[in-house]
């Protein structure tokens, strides 16, 4: 990591980013635990819940002066919409606050057992951050998958082999061209398995992203 990103030291932020990691995964087992009703609902409204639940134990974890902010609009250099990201994570410890390009982005989306949805995991959102689009400043970042709707003979497992698949073999010349790292799993929590990490080149002269994959199972409301 290039250490010119941060007003402080990479240490310091690396272990406050991998307290998110711990976040994320203590927030969606509290979820998972307390909520009752139907989360076979719109995109928005499960990362809503996360967003709130983010921000109401973010103190348990020391993370005291990050903000979690969603929808934040990404503005392009011609000055119009690129896009709308889901989840923009500040914190003004870990660099000059005044920079508002250096955010950390969460990137959220539903998943089922259609292939073509693997495929646009790839192709249309984790292309963003290799484009650019997303967090063009910074090194690292977070997709969040809210994993949803199997037939009984699917699981998570396949769900992850094949979005590893797209990226080695099927999906946008670009994009392969641009993985140094294929999906690995990362440890963040002994007890959560579905964590990795990959690596990719970008355009535009932009530093190399490490990007962490959150697999959230939500399949027990939508069966």
Excluded at 27 to 47: P, Q, V
Aim: net charge neutral; proline share 0%.
């Amino acid at each position: 990591m290039n250490s010119d990103v941060f007003q402080g030291d990479v240490d310091i932020v690396l272990n406050n980013f991998n307290k998110v990691l711990k976040l994320l995964i203590f927030c969606y087992e509290k979820i998972i635990s307390e909520i009752t009703f139907n989360l076979d609902e719109f995109e928005n409204f499960i990362r809503n819940i996360f967003i709130t639940n983010l921000r109401n134990n973010k103190k348990l974890f020391w993370l005291w002066k990050i903000y979690f902010e969603a929808e934040l609009e990404e503005i392009k250099d011609n000055y119009t919409t690129w896009w709308f990201i889901d989840i923009k994570v500040w914190n003004i410890e870990w660099w000059d606050f005044c920079d508002e390009n250096k955010y950390f982005a969460f990137e959220c989306k539903r998943i089922n057992w259609y292939s073509e949805h693997k495929k646009e995991y790839v192709d249309n959102w984790l292309s963003r951050f290799i484009s650019g689009q997303y967090s063009k400043s910074m090194q690292l970042s977070w997709m969040i998958w809210f994993v949803q709707w199997f037939k009984k003979w699917k699981n998570i497992w396949d769900n992850i082999q094949k979005i590893k698949d797209f990226l080695k073999n099927e999906s946008k010349i670009k994009i392969k061209s641009n993985t140094i790292q294929n999906l690995e799993y990362y440890e963040i929590e002994k007890s959560f398995n579905y964590s990795y990490f990959s690596k990719h080149k970008r355009e535009r002269k932009l530093w190399n992203i490490d990007i962490y994959h959150l697999f959230f199972d939500f399949t027990q409301w939508t069966q």
